[in-house]
Structure formats: C-alpha cells, structure tokens
C-alpha cells in the first residue's frame, strides 16, 4: 500500500469550521445583545484569521489570539469589553458546535481498517476534543495532537517531529497529511517531509511557493489518491 498513516486537519477538513464559527458568534453576540451584522462577522474574520496567521509564524502566541481577537473587534465598534472574559465565552460557544462537513465521518469509517489515523489540529485543545468527542470521531483516530498541548504548531517543524516521535514504527514516505489550508498543513507537510493532500473546494489557485503532492475539492476524492 502506498501510505499506511494519515495525518487530518479537522477544521474545514472533517467539521464544518464555518458553521460551528457562525453559530458561537451568534449566541456571543445575543448575550451582548449586539446585532451581529455581515459586516461584524467580517471583520471578526479578518481580525481572526490575521491573529492565527501570526501565531503560525511564531509571532504570537496563542493567549493572545483568544484574549484579544474581541476587544480587537469591539474597539471598532466603540465598545469597551472584557477580551479574555467574552473569549472564553466564545470558546465555550465554539465547543458546543461540531456539524461534520458533508460525508467526513462517513469516510473515516471507511478509512480505519486499512490506515492508522491521527488527529493534527491547530486549536485549543478543550474545544477541539468536545467537538471531537460530540461528532463521535474520536474512536476512530489513535491519537488526537492539539497544537497546545504539543507546545509547537502546523506548519513548524517541532510539532510534526513531536507527533512522528508519537507514531509507533513511524515512516515518512507512508504518511501523508490531509488539509484545507495550504500554510499550515500544506506547508507543514513540506517542511516534515511527508507527502501532503490539499482539500480545496473552491478551486483557489496554489501558490507558487507552497506545493500539495495532491489536490481534491471533496474529501471522498481521497479514495482515488490512495488507490
Ligand atoms: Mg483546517
């Protein structure tokens, strides 16, 4: 067989991230009894997405994404808020959401008899276990690596050498890692050395500089790279 170990994201990957992100931002917003406008949730986006960029490149770290990413957004609203207090709020919102994007478990149902599979998530790792543990995934994965409890996160080299370290009869050339987003799993899987699976379901064009060994728009595609 061509591979014997797979490595998945889970956010955009095996749970809807978008739907789940949607719903907390929702329920945060009524207890604040702010409308939450399209214009807010994109901001709350850009905001985000620019703060985890950060904490991927080692610029930040993860206290600082969860603690200030709302007092970031509420300084645009002119509102005074406590960060850290609605980010834990928020993140309890986020635990609670964990919509399996299409037919993802379905898949790694089908997976499991033939391949060891593991969990590689960027995230808190409280969240991310609940929703694991509430889409009932977990029995499927051998073993689950939240970046916070590895210390190091998709893309660096550490946290992929803590989880190879952590894989019984390890073999790069048999690992391949599946992934939405091309800087932190794709990268990620470059810098390891491991064979990479981009899941782009909007077509975005690749960069130049960061590479997938594969390409699929929908996870299921996956059956036809592993044959
Ligand atoms: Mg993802």
Known sequence: ????????????????????????????????EVTLTDE???????????????????KTDKKTVTDTRFSLL?????????????????????SQGHDLLGNSKEIIER???????????????????????????TEFFNDIFV????????????????VFDRIPNFEHEKTMIIGDSLASDIQGGNLAKIQTLWLNPSKQPAHSEIQPTYEISRLDEIFTVLE
């Open 40 to 58: 807010i949730e994109a901001t709350y986006k850009q905001i985000n997405s620019q703060l985890w960029r950060e904490f991927e490149q080692g």
């Open 74 to 94: 509420f300084d645009q609203l002119n509102k005074t808020v406590d960060g850290k207090k609605m980010g834990e709020r928020y993140r309890y919102h986020l």
């Open 1 to 32: 067989m061509k591979f014997k170990t797979l490595l998945f994201d889970v956010d955009d990957t095996l749970l809807d991230f978008q739907a789940t992100e949607k719903k907390a931002l929702q329920a945060l917003f009524e207890e604040e």
């Open 111 to 137: 997976l499991k008899p033939d391949y060891d599979l593991y969990i590689v998530t960027n995230g808190v790792a409280k969240t991310q276990y609940q929703r694991l543990k509430d889409s009932n995934m």
């Open 147 to 162: 970046s916070e409890e590895v210390g190091y996160q998709k893309p660096m080299k550490e946290y992929f050498d803590y």
